[in-house]
């Protein structure tokens, strides 16, 4: 923490250096989230279909990413 940022300004760097969320990124990334979600599906079950992956883990990873202002992809609320 520099002079200048307060405590507050600088508490989600704690948050954002864990190791679960470049993780849950590279996931998004990697089963190709963003086009799945471009292409309307807003469905955690579909989503998870058409991504050939585990729905309550997919579930897992839009509740951990969702947390951070990260990607307003990563944003749309699926609960």
Same mark, same amino acid.
């Given at each position: 923490m520099t002079g200048d940022q307060t405590p507050v300004a600088s508490a989600n760097l704690s948050e954002l250096s864990d190791l679960c @969320?470049?993780?849950?990124?590279?996931?998004?990334?990697?089963?190709?989230?963003? /086009?799945?979600? +471009?292409?309307? @599906?807003?469905?955690?079950?579909?989503?998870?279909?058409?991504?050939?992956?585990? /729905?309550?883990? +997919?579930?897992f990873l839009f509740h951990h990413c969702s947390k951070f202002d990260t990607h307003p992809i990563l944003a749309i609320s699926f609960f």
């Open positions: @969320t470049p993780w849950c990124i590279h996931v998004v990334a990697t089963l190709r989230i963003a /086009d799945h979600i +471009e292409a309307s @599906t807003t469905n955690i079950k579909t989503l998870a279909e058409k991504a050939e992956c585990n /729905d309550e883990s +997919e579930e």
